[in-house]
């Protein structure tokens, strides 16, 4: 009962921030002035504090709220889907009507009533109704741990020297010339401004590339906390001077940004206790949250998790039977970022031939083509709704490229692959033999020795899963291949390396170009192993303190280029509030980390005895035909 009554105030306390951020922003948005002045900044604090909260809110407010009020039997990496939706559908709307009213007061037309449903709910439910479930509140609240760490980074005002756009707005916190980080924002811009996206404006946003390029979801979704959180974009290059909360909203857009994608860590969580059962399914939030690259991911702004997350449930789908909202699932994956149709390199191979019950000379052709069909709904609209306007085939010149050779020799073809596997796969391969790479680098210059080092946490399987971790890692790969061969190769195996044959634009490393998805596949693999060896890690002091270490990679990662190219001096003489909250909040989230993933792994929580039958399905590669938990 206690438990019922703290995750009520809680979920009240958000409810009301998020109301109180719409208020504020509306009434009195951020200033076009330098925010150099205490006041400004003790206010900034709180717009980022109250945006939060909002951004919280609103991805997973509408979805619990919508299981308690018709007692639907939503999983928990559904909920998010109801937010995402909610938020969609504002920011279409704001798009649609701007010229007959501001977007700013559409998006608030419809957060304000979704805010005051969940109050009203909240305040009138009955004090024994419990929302969400012990685990789930756990789980929650383990996910919001790298939230939190990603938002507090990227509040900090120093980034590494050499950062793309530094002082801007849309810095990406790497020394790199990839402006990814912005495109979806554009679309922030265009819905803000009711620019048609195939008008001279929208060409020119856009240029060389075109709207359909990349999926809108993403920043679509994004604008109503922009908006109503009182940004106003401006339509172009977000180039202007960076503060901590800036008027045009760019660090509004990245705490929608960074909330959104988290939310792949639930589905990896719902994937795992199908396969596997409860105690699994925590454990892979506990490594999901401690893996670099889903940090490095996080504070990038691209929508590549949130497509990865879909064709995670895409998976969720194929193991339930249900193939068609399987493709249904990568179909919406696709229009967050098409690079979702990769999910197709180990699902394709699964539906053939699924992990029990396959024959190799029988495969299983009804439920690839049910799959396939459902994606190719959601696809085929796409491209009609953009009327011809499509540049998705460009994306297929990748696997004839080498770098910036277009029309590449066999041999040259061969080298640069040859060189991009060992950037992917050897440890200190890109920080020793390719530190000049191109795509490691600033526009026409170098970048120090140090930011070459931290962006193999992005790039390269040893650093991305943890450095320390990593013999851990090659161990239970092993394992888990013996165990069940056919699903290793399906998932590990097949996708890895079509993708390495497939990528050609770059060779730093290939997981941040399309891997998001093998690497959240990898975790949900670790944990199912974990599983089928009765945890066996976690009798083991010495592999739990690495568990804990990681967390500590993940700090690295966080502070270690900007230190080790400005110095250990963290605090800027511009803005040293709200510096020293940023820095204060990324090492109070780095030690909680640790000590989470310490704690939930202690003797006692996943080691204690095995529950009766029915409660949890231990190992479970393909769940009961039925029902999955």
């Given at each position: 009962m206690r438990r019922i009554f703290t995750e009520r105030n809680l979920m009240l306390v958000l409810v009301v921030a998020g109301a109180l951020g719409c208020l504020v922003g509306l009434a009195k948005p951020s200033t076009l002035a330098s925010h150099t002045t205490h006041k400004q900044q003790l206010l900034d604090i709180a717009r980022l504090s109250l945006t939060t909260a909002l951004a919280v809110v609103m991805v997973m407010g509408p979805g619990i709220m919508f299981r308690a009020l018709y007692g639907k039997p939503i999983r928990l990496a559904f909920l998010p889907l109801y937010g995402i939706g909610v938020l969609?559908?504002?920011?279409?709307?704001?798009?649609?009507?701007?010229?007959?009213?501001?977007?700013?007061?559409?998006?608030?037309?419809?957060?304000?009533?979704?805010?005051?449903?969940?109050?009203?709910?909240?305040?009138?439910?009955?004090?024994?109704?419990?929302?969400?479930?012990?685990?789930?509140?756990?789980?929650?609240?383990?996910?919001?741990?790298?939230?939190?760490?990603?938002?507090?980074?990227?509040?900090?005002?120093?980034?590494?020297?050499?950062?793309?756009?530094a002082g801007e707005i849309s810095r990406n916190l790497w020394t790199e010339a990839r402006p990814d980080s912005h495109i979806s924002f554009v679309v922030v811009e265009m819905v803000a401004h009711g620019t048609h996206p195939y008008g001279a404006e929208g060409f020119h946003l856009f240029d060389p590339y075109l709207f359909s390029s990349r999926g809108p979801i993403a920043g679509i979704a994004s604008a109503p906390i922009v908006l109503a959180t009182g940004g106003r974009p401006i339509l172009g290059v977000p180039n202007q001077i960076w503060e901590p909360f800036d008027p045009e909203g760019f660090m509004a857009y990245r705490v929608a940004m960074i909330t959104m994608s988290a939310?792949?860590?639930?589905?990896?969580?719902?994937?795992?206790?199908?396969?596997?059962?409860?105690?699994?399914?925590?454990?892979?939030?506990?490594?999901?949250?401690?893996?670099?690259?889903?940090?490095?991911?996080?504070?990038?702004?691209?929508?590549?998790?949130?497509?990865?997350?879909?064709?995670?449930?895409?998976?969720?789908?194929?193991?339930?039977?249900?193939?068609?909202?399987?493709?249904?699932?990568?179909?919406?994956?696709?229009?967050?970022?098409?690079?979702?149709?990769?999910?197709?390199?180990?699902?394709?191979?699964?539906?053939?031939?699924?992990?029990?019950?396959?024959?190799?000379?029988?495969?299983?052709?009804k439920t690839a083509v049910l799959m396939g069909l459902g994606t190719a709904v959601i696809v085929v609209a796409w491209m009609i709704a953009n009327h011809g306007h499509n540049t998705q085939e460009g994306f297929l010149d990748y696997i004839e490229e080498a770098g910036a050779n277009y029309h590449p020799s066999l041999w040259q073809w061969i080298v640069f692959r040859a060189t991009s596997l060992a950037d992917s796969t050897v440890p200190f391969y890109l920080w020793i033999f390719q530190n000049h790479n191109i795509s490691i680098n600033t526009f026409f210059g170098q970048s120090p020795g140090v930011s070459h080092f931290f962006f193999q946490y992005w790039t390269g399987v040893p650093f991305a899963f943890s450095l320390l971790f990593f013999p851990v890692l090659l161990i239970t790969l092993w394992r888990f291949a013996k165990r069940f061969t056919w699903p290793f190769f399906a998932v590990v195996v097949i996708p890895f390396v079509a993708f390495w044959i497939y990528w050609g634009n770059g060779s730093s490393g290939i997981l941040r170009e399309g891997m998001q998805a093998w690497v959240l596949a990898v975790i949900a693999i670790l944990a199912v192993e974990q599983a089928a060896d009765h945890f066996d890690w976690m009798r083991s002091r010495t592999i739990r303190a690495i568990l804990v270490l990681r967390g500590f990679e993940v700090f690295a990662l966080a502070v270690g280029a900007t230190l080790?190219?400005?110095?250990?001096?963290?605090?800027?003489?511009?803005?040293?509030?709200?510096?020293?909250?940023?820095?204060?909040?990324?090492?109070?989230?780095?030690?909680?980390?640790?000590?989470?993933?310490?704690?939930?792994?202690?003797?006692?929580?996943?080691?204690?005895?095995?529950?009766?039958?029915?409660?949890?399905?231990?190992a479970e590669v393909v769940p009961p035909p039925a029902h999955l938990p």
């Open positions: 969609l559908f504002a920011g279409c709307l704001a798009w649609c009507l701007q010229g007959v009213l501001e977007p700013k007061w559409t998006c608030a037309a419809v957060v304000g009533p979704v805010l005051g449903l969940m109050f009203g709910m909240l305040v009138v439910a009955p004090p024994e109704e419990e929302f969400l479930d012990a685990e789930e509140r756990r789980t929650l609240l383990l996910v919001g741990i790298p939230v939190g760490l990603a938002i507090a980074r990227s509040f900090w005002f120093y980034g590494p020297i050499g950062e793309l756009n939310t792949a860590l639930l589905t990896v969580w719902q994937l795992v206790r199908a396969l596997a059962g409860k105690r699994a399914a925590r454990l892979a939030v506990l490594l999901g949250i401690s893996t670099p690259f889903v940090f490095a991911e996080l504070i990038f702004t691209w929508p590549k998790l949130l497509a990865a997350s879909m064709m995670l449930l895409g998976a969720f789908w194929l193991f339930e039977r249900k193939p068609l909202r399987a493709g249904l699932s990568v179909g919406v994956g696709y229009l967050f970022h098409p690079g979702a149709l990769l999910g197709y390199l180990a699902l394709g191979p699964l539906a053939l031939w699924p992990p029990r019950g396959a024959k190799l000379w029988r495969p299983r052709i080790g190219t400005r110095g250990p001096n963290p605090i800027s003489p511009q803005y040293p509030i709200t510096d020293l909250f940023a820095v204060g909040l990324v090492v109070g989230f780095a030690l909680l980390m640790m000590w989470a993933v310490w704690k939930e792994t202690a003797p006692g929580t996943l080691l204690r005895p095995a529950e009766p039958p029915g409660e949890e399905a231990v």
